[in-house]
């Protein structure tokens, strides 16, 4: 809300200084927009690229490797991934995990942050530093791989989950919304009867939407992104997130971890190449961030922002 | 209200403090089990660093290794490899910074030059975008435009001349890194900073237009002056993380035929601890780095303190 209002005077007050004429003289003006254009045409294009050859024909990847629209459209790419059970089984196993580690991620850190929203409550400055610390300093790797392996969570999929459970960052951010909401709020809950819990959950959460929401974002961007865990802790190649496959088929060149050809195929019709299932491969790990585009940005950018207050 | 009721009902039994604690007994019961988290998750692999100083035998445990003192330390020290992987870390991140640092604060700085909205909004989503895509994903984009059959070398064999091999010459790998490392983050890099020039309050620029200052000008005196505290604070946050030069992307993109170039010490701890499983030597690497990237933070810190009378914490 406070945002809007800001992009309201700052336009008005862009529209104030256009209206004096501070305007760059033209020339200076069609350099900026020149810059601006070829630095958007230089990430553009290689992903652009990527989707067209996920389309293409593959005969046509050699003759024309530099495309930027599918040549000869086809899905035989896509329709070998989704024919092979790795690919589709890890993109299960992710959107579980996602779903469910963003979940737990949500929980454990609006609830620390709210905790630890009031400086009376006894040891409030230990107990935050012990959540911030971590932020700073770490044992590194390979004691926290020793650790995993004395629990058990090497090749379990609570690995995915808990790794990371509470972002110190995160809690920050949550921790600062949580100062701005006024006192009197709850103050005057409590008066009306209502339960600490009953307070939290029918009053300081429905508030808290826009910060539940970036901070979601957040996580659910980090599950759905990470391949790290899954490449280090996880060695049961059926229980494989997304990424981890993905990098085995783009990064290590493994075609044979998508499995032999299936029968349904047949092989003489098989017209798909490494570049073709590579192309596929990305686009298809890629399109949920795609379509949730729109919303990751406009949260995601928020974030940054109540962060950069704080400083 | 509450403390009063329970002062009354054991006046002599609880202190102060006790009361405090039974009257914020919800807020603990919200925020103990992330604390739980932490210790299990963060402050119990500190004792694992007692490796480093033993020699580890895995069916032995961490307890009933052997002592070794600092020989491990003293291995890594006189280790051609280490010294290597040390130097590669710090070029590696002296580049990224020294190249990529500028470009998020020039390309704010433009943006904001643009008066046409959709223009602007464009070029913002466009070049936000590469940031949610993880290094798995836009190594296998990076691969595919400058790998062999790729846009890169097409149009320089189109053009006559001999492909580069950015992948594997170990005099390209390098630049390859920090060009792909600058168009992956240099568009959400600027948003901090255009955060900073929203900031910065208009009067300034009415005022020195009424003196006559060009647009160019009043970028120079206002515009970078009013970014100043945020651009000391990344800078100093960066120089900090010297001894992290970005491990998703290296281990994404590196490969045997660069190891002497791209190696770098989180990707060497990953391939001795991990893959060789010499977790003492692994270990004592890891606290190298960590004593030095704590020192750092807190020297930042202290600079950033010093200079411009804000704290990191």
């Not at chain 1, 299932?277 to 928020?302: D, E, N, S």
């Not at chain 2, 961490?62 to 130097?87: A, C, H, M, Q």
């Not at chain 2, 320089?156 to 950015?166: A, K, R, S």
């Not at chain 2, 701890?269 to 060789?276: D, P």
């Amino acid at each position: 809300m406070n945002g809007a209002a800001e992009v309201t005077t700052s336009k008005m007050l862009k529209r104030r200084r256009s209206a004096l004429g501070t305007q760059n003289p033209w020339w200076a003006q069609a350099i900026i927009y020149l810059i601006l254009f070829v630095l958007g045409l230089i990430t553009f294009i290689p992903i652009l690229n990527v989707l067209a050859i996920s389309f293409s024909e593959a005969s046509q990847i050699r003759l024309n490797p530099m495309m930027l629209i599918p040549q000869q459209f086809t899905l035989s790419a896509y329709e070998y991934i989704f024919s092979t059970p790795i690919l589709t089984r890890s993109f299960l196993i992710t959107v579980m995990v996602t779903a469910v580690g963003t979940f737990f991620n949500l929980m454990f850190t609006a609830f620390a942050a709210y905790g630890l929203s009031k400086p009376k409550v006894p040891g409030y400055t230990f107990f935050t530093w012990m959540i911030i610390l971590p932020m700073l300093i770490g044992a590194g790797l390979i004691p926290y791989y020793i650790l995993l392996k004395n629990i058990g969570l090497i090749d379990s999929l609570w690995v995915l989950i808990l790794g990371g459970l509470v972002s110190p960052f995160n809690f920050i951010l949550m921790r600062n919304f949580f100062w701005s909401i006024p006192e009197g709020i709850e103050e005057s809950a409590s008066i009306d009867g209502a339960s600490e819990l009953m307070t939290l959950w029918k009053i300081i959460l429905p508030l808290s939407k826009p910060v539940l929401a970036t901070v979601g974002l957040f996580y659910a961007v980090g599950h759905w992104n990470d391949y790290f865990n899954g490449l280090i802790f996880i060695n049961d190649n059926t229980k494989w997130p997304l990424q981890v496959v993905l990098r085995s088929i783009i990064i290590d060149q493994n075609m044979m971890n998508m499995g032999a050809i299936p029968q349904s195929m047949d092989p003489s019709k098989v017209v798909v190449t490494p570049e073709n299932i590579k192309a596929a491969a990305i686009i298809f790990a890629v399109l949920p961030i795609m379509l949730c585009y729109p919303f990751l940005q406009k949260y995601f950018v928020k974030g940054i922002m109540i962060g950069s207050v704080k400083g | 209200m509450a403390s009063l009721r329970a002062g009354h009902r054991s006046t002599k039994l609880s202190s102060p403090l006790w009361s405090n604690i039974k009257r914020y007994k919800f807020m603990y019961i919200l925020f103990i089990p992330a604390i739980i988290y932490f210790i299990i998750f963060s402050y119990v692999p500190f004792y694992g660093l007692t490796i480093a100083f033993k020699k580890y035998m895995a069916f032995q445990g961490i307890w009933d290794s052997p002592w070794v003192g600092l020989d491990n330390f003293r291995y890594i020290f006189s280790s051609e490899k280490f010294l290597t992987v040390l130097k590669n870390t710090v070029l590696i991140h002296t580049y990224a910074l020294i190249f990529g640092f500028p470009i998020p604060i020039l390309f704010a700085i433009l943006l904001n030059e643009v008066k046409n909205q959709l223009f602007k909004k464009t070029i913002q989503t466009v070049t936000y975008f590469p940031h949610f895509l993880s290094w798995v994903v836009f190594a296998g984009i990076v691969v595919n435009f400058v790998g062999p059959t790729g846009v890169i070398n097409t149009i320089l064999v189109n053009l006559g001349m001999q492909p580069l091999n950015f992948l594997t010459d170990t005099e390209l790998f390098r630049p390859m890194l920090i060009v792909t490392g600058i168009i992956k983050e240099f568009g959400w890099g600027a948003i901090i900073y255009l955060a900073a020039i929203s900031g910065i309050d208009q009067e300034l620029y009415e005022a020195a237009r009424v003196d006559g200052a060009k647009r160019l000008r009043q970028i120079w005196h206002i515009t970078l002056p009013g970014m100043r505290p945020i651009i000391i604070l990344m800078f100093v946050l960066n120089l900090a993380s010297i001894l992290d030069a970005g491990f998703d992307q290296v281990f994404n993109l590196y490969n045997p035929a660069v190891y002497e170039v791209a190696d770098i010490i989180d990707t060497y701890v990953y391939r001795v601890g991990i893959q060789s499983t010499d977790y003492s030597i692994a270990t004592a690497v890891g606290i190298f780095k960590g004593v030095v990237g704590c020192v750092l933070i807190i020297s930042a810190n202290s600079m950033v303190r010093k200079w411009e009378g804000r704290s990191l914490w």
